[in-house]
Structure formats: structure tokens, C-alpha cells
């Protein structure tokens, strides 16, 4: 898979929803399972601590990919399930 960057799509928050998030995040000491929105999405989708140091590093080093993202946020949610599942 070539990787294809670009950039996030505004309201998205597939990253936030889909994949586990096994290190703390603020309100969530232990992580997020696979499937469960992030607390610190906001009703937006958008990250309420994007850009701050207790911000997960998975988080801040997730790039938008067009193989992943695609087109829709359904399709980004369903890629990074499938993701997950296969991880």
C-alpha cells in the first residue's frame, strides 16, 4: 500500500472512534477499546486536545491516508475497523 497523505477531513474522527488507543488519554487513564468514541471528541469530531502535550502520541502521529480515509467518514471508520480486527 502506498501511502497517500492528505489531509484529515474536518469532522471526521473515524482515528477516534475505530482503532483501540491502548495509552491514557485525558478522562480515559486507561485508553479506549476499538469501537468506543474518544471523550475528548467533541460533538464536531473534532479533538478537544489536539495539539496539546497529553495528547496520545499514536494520536498526533496518525497522517490521513487516502487508502484509508478514502472519500466518507463511513468508509474511514469501516477501513480502520477492518484495520483493527487484522491488527
Do not use: W
Not at 494520536?59 to 484495520?83: H, P, V, W
Amino acid at each position: 500500500m502506498n501511502q497517500q497523505v492528505i489531509s484529515c477531513r474536518l469532522g471526521c474522527g473515524a482515528c477516534c472512534i475505530a482503532p483501540s488507543i491502548s495509552s491514557p488519554i485525558p478522562g480515559m487513564p486507561n485508553g479506549k477499546p476499538a469501537g468506543q468514541r474518544c471523550i475528548q471528541l467533541n460533538d464536531q469530531n473534532l479533538c478537544k486536545i489536539f495539539g496539546q502535550p497529553d495528547r496520545p502520541a499514536v494520536c498526533s502521529q496518525f497522517k490521513a491516508d487516502r487508502d484509508i480515509c478514502g472519500s466518507t467518514n463511513q468508509y474511514a471508520i469501516d477501513m480502520l475497523t477492518e484495520l483493527e480486527h487484522l491488527t
